[in-house]
């Protein structure tokens, strides 16, 4: 690592199409970040494969997030953008940490009772394990901070107590990690139900997401169907989730203040504002898909930057990992 930045660290799961809210919630506003920090972004596929996933469908979205980074704006060169499985360091600590990871700490995670939920009898171990992975993904690194929502501050959590743990037993061996909260990025919420976010998971209701590869003209007719209510006024309030959302989402990509965007659709009424909204986001994803398109299909290129980042991941996973080894006392 070059001069003496602080590691910021964060991971995505290959686990479905990247939404709408993922981009302005995050990768938009990344390369901000790089001067600041040495920013290391993980593509999450050992995380994936905790539910049941279709190898040709992890392989193609793994390599669309990848594409979306780079189509989006993000800089190869300046930050380290990897994917997870070609890193066998992850795999090992979290090995590793898992003798140093309890029962009880894993079985409170709120997550893993939601997700566990879903899968009937058998319980795959490695979603119960999954944040014992995801604290050898931070703590690999010697990050200092973890840009992520609050639905993964309890893991966050869990990796700072992992860290301290085992720095108390064999001296400083992590660096302990604390949650960043992003300057700026905007919580987007589903479109029909808007007080809920917007994830990429949730594909029982197509309309409620809008996703980063959808056709310009879906995306334009899901914000005119979104869910508002009907007094017909463009307020930023907690009462009206509806109007809020799309109030957000119109600043994220505008980059105004919420009380500039509410003076500038004084007077509006929905069927107009939707209008304007839709506008906004399909130019802001016009050229990201054409970028993607042209950036997909230069295998080449794509495979490079693969190669690229595993080696740059690699080397510094694998300075944690060493340590970590000579400590337990493997020779
Ligand atoms: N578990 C995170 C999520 O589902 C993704 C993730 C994996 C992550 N490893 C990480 C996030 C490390 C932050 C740091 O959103």
């Known amino acids: 690592m070059l001069e003496n930045k602080k590691v910021l660290f964060s991971g995505m799961q290959p686990s479905g199409r990247p939404t709408l809210g993922n981009y302005l919630g995050a990768f ?9 920090y040495d920013c290391i972004y993980c593509i999450a596929d050992l995380h994936a494969i905790t539910v049941r996933q279709d190898p040709s ?21 300046k930050n ?4 997870q499985s070609n890193v066998s360091a992850h795999a090992e600590l979290a090995w ?18 939601d997700k566990s939920q ?37 893991h966050l959590e869990l990796a700072r107590d992992i860290a301290i743990r085992f720095n108390n037993i064999y001296g400083d061996v992590f660096t302990i990690p604390e949650m960043y909260i992003p300057k700026v990025g905007a919580k987007i919420m589903g479109l029909q139900n808007p007080t809920k976010k917007m994830s990429k998971s949730d594909a029982d209701n197509e309309n409620n997401v809008i996703y980063l ?29 509806g109007i ?44 990201i898909q054409e970028k993607f398109n042209t950036i997909l299909s230069d295998k080449a290129f794509l495979e490079n930057v693969i190669k690229d980042g595993a080696k740059k991941a690699d080397y510094i996973a694998n300075k944690t990992l060493r340590k970590v080894k000579k400590k337990v006392g493997f020779i």
């Open 28 to 36: 938009k506003n990344w390369n901000s970040l790089q001067e600041e």
């Open 57 to 77: 469908m992890l392989r193609k979205y793994t390599k669309e997030l990848l594409a979306l980074y780079l189509a989006a704006g993000l800089d190869n060169e």
């Open 80 to 83: 380290t953008i990897y994917i």
């Open 96 to 113: 590793i940490l898992n003798c140093y990871s309890y029962m009880g700490e894993l079985s409170r995670m709120t997550q893993f009772k």
């Open 118 to 154: 879903k899968q009937g009898q058998n319980i795959p171990t490695g979603l119960f394990n999954y944040p014992v992975l995801q604290a050898a993904d931070i703590l690999l690194y010697q990050t200092s901070v973890v840009p992520v929502g609050e639905d993964q501050r309890q």
């Open 213 to 241: 590869l959808d056709d310009l003209k879906v995306i334009a007719n899901k914000i005119k169907r979104s869910v508002t209510d009907s007094d017909n006024q463009i307020i930023y309030s907690d009462d009206k989730p």
């Open 244 to 287: 809020k959302n799309l109030l957000n989402i119109y600043c994220a990509i505008t980059n105004k203040s919420t009380e500039q965007a509410e003076k500038d659709f004084n007077g509006f009424g929905y069927g107009a504002f939707k209008e304007a909204v839709s506008e906004v986001v399909v130019e802001e994803i016009r050229p």
